[in-house]
């Protein structure tokens, strides 16, 4: 069975409409073991102009609470994600920022709501408003601490998908790929040779030759570099495929288990 993440990347590449990727969301949110999820640039909850990113299943009364209260540009989460470069518990939130008062105030608040645990993958991108896809678990439920890992790609992943819906790279159409297409591409960007995807694709080599040259046929370029090139600009893959994980011995909270 392939992993979560992957069948996540694929089918989020795919989407067509912002609520087809809030319904993927949930269910990979479920899927990891959280309950809540929030996939947002963060201005968006005071913008409603329909302009900015914002997919969640938060309860609305912790919106209208937090707004009323004008708590949202105080948000730790928030705060602590301008300062992370990867995904980040909320445990570990003093590490990443200063805790004030109002900021524990806040944090703890949000159990009167069915807050627990959170986990927050940041986005931080220049030209782009900051952003972050967080995933929370139920007050009386712990945190699914062996899919963290799994939770930062499909965050990652779930963030790129959700600027290319609300804001296409320009008005063109993008080549349609296939899943396979894709997936060879995915594997093609991390320097891999055709035998070499063919054996991990369980495909044969010829096989590769044709799903990469339909590819190429369909952006009307001649070169594997090309080929990626106009792949990561049309998010059919995201950098996150491209460049290999950091250590996870030096993110905040400790070693995460893959999923």
């Known amino acids: 069975m392939r992993r979560l993440s992957d069948r996540f990347a694929e089918d989020a590449a795919a989407c067509a409409r912002l609520s087809d990727l809030a319904a ?13 999820f929030a996939l947002l640039e963060h201005a968006s ?53 200063a805790l004030e008062p109002h900021h524990r105030q806040i944090l703890e608040r949000s159990r009167a709501f069915g807050f627990g645990d959170g ?65 060879c591409l995915r594997l093609v960007a991390q320097g891999k040779t055709d035998w070499e995807i063919a054996t991990i694709l369980s495909i044969s080599v010829e096989t590769v030759h044709q799903y990469l040259k339909r590819a190429r046929a369909a952006y009307d370029v001649v070169s594997r570099t090309q080929l990626v090139v106009h792949a990561l600009r049309d998010a059919w893959i995201a950098f996150e495929d491209v460049i290999p994980p950091s250590s996870s011995s030096s993110r905040p909270g400790g070693a995460l288990t893959r999923d």
């Open 45 to 97: 909850l005071r913008d409603p102009s329909g302009e900015l990113v914002r997919i969640d299943n938060y309860p609305d009364a912790w919106v209208r609470e937090l707004l009323a209260t004008g708590d949202v540009p105080g948000d730790p989460v928030h705060l602590a994600s301008r300062r992370a470069s990867s995904g980040f518990s909320w445990r570990d939130l003093s590490s990443l920022i």
């Open 119 to 183: 986990f927050t993958v940041p986005s931080n991108v220049f030209g782009e408003p900051a952003a972050s896809c967080s995933f929370v678990t139920r007050r009386d439920r712990e945190m699914p601490v062996t899919r963290l890992r799994c939770a930062e790609l499909v965050g990652l992943h779930a963030l790129t998908a959700s600027r290319r819906l609300l804001r296409p790279t320009s008005s063109r159409t993008r080549p349609r790929l296939s899943r396979r297409e894709i997936q």
């Open 24 to 36: 993927l969301v949930a269910e990979a949110a479920g899927e990891l073991g959280f309950h809540f």
